[in-house]
T-cell receptor, first 115, second 117 residues
Framework: KQEVTQIPAALSVPEGENLVLNCSFT??????LQWFRQDPGKGLTSLLL?????REQTSGRLNASLDKSSGRSTLYIAASQPGDSATYLCAVYLSTGAGSYQLTFGKGTKLSVIP | GAGVSQTPSNKVTEKGKYVELRCDPISGHTALYWYRQSLGQGPEFLIY????????DSGLPNDRFFAVRPEGSVSTLKIQRTERGDSAMYLCASSQRGYRGAADTQYFGPGTRLTVL
């Protein structure tokens, strides 16, 4: 069974710092990997999707990398801002064999950026 | 519509009652997914629809949970005889196709927060 682990569970940094969030998965036979942001009590906002043939994706201050062979992904946030404070979730797309692609999520990293 | 919508945003019910949660996917998306997120956890897969049919319901926890999508658009998640352990955020997502060979991006709705007293 695919397991997704995110480390650290929580992170607090001063404003302006660069930071890295880590995600690891046990089954390298994934298709895509997606990073989400979730604000307290809210739904999921998609940040970056990395397709299985890609190694990284960038959007603004965010950069996500994927290494399928080692079962790892990282989300790099440059010049962090208080508005970046949220929980960041990593999810992998895994074929169920029933013609669908389930998302398997980690538990998330709760980020606090201190002004 | 512009995005996935879910209603109600919050639902409070008593133990033993029946509830329905609604999801309206992005127009034209044939694949629809339901996930459940307990406090402090990541979302967990419940059921997947391709068109009108439930192609994969392996994540439904028991037979009190049921979902339909009669016209291939709006979906309703139905929970009978609710229990306190059903309290969670219920998230719906849709994608363009979702069939084998195309792991299309899933777009999520804002969720329904269900509280069972």
């Amino acid at each position: 069974k695919q397991e997704v682990t995110q480390i650290p569970a929580a992170l607090s940094v001063p404003e302006g710092e660069n930071l890295v969030l880590n995600c690891s998965f046990t089954d390298s036979a994934i298709y895509n990997l997606q990073w989400f942001r979730q604000d307290p009590g809210k739904g999921l906002t998609s940040l970056l999707l990395i397709q299985s043939s890609q190694r990284e994706q960038t959007s603004g201050r965010l950069n996500a990398s994927l290494d399928k062979s080692s079962g790892r992904s990282t989300l790099y946030i440059a010049a962090s801002q208080p508005g970046d404070s949220a929980t960041y979730l990593c999810a992998v797309y895994l074929s169920t064999g029933a013609g669908s692609y389930q998302l398997t999520f980690g538990k998330g990293t709760k980020l606090s950026v201190i002004p | 519509g512009a995005g996935v919508s879910q209603t109600p945003s919050n639902k409070v019910t008593e133990k033993g009652k029946y509830v329905e949660l609604r999801c309206d996917p992005i127009s034209g998306h044939t694949a629809l997914y339901w996930y459940r997120q307990s406090l402090g956890q990541g979302p967990e897969f419940l059921i997947y629809f391709q068109g009108t049919g439930a192609a994969d319901d392996s994540g439904l926890p028991n037979d009190r949970f049921f979902a339909v999508r009669p016209e291939g658009s709006v979906s309703t998640l139905k929970i009978q005889r609710t229990e306190r352990g059903d309290s969670a955020m219920y998230l719906c997502a849709s994608s363009q196709r979702g069939y084998r060979g195309a792991a299309d991006t899933q777009y999520f709705g804002p969720g329904t927060r269900l509280t069972v007293l």
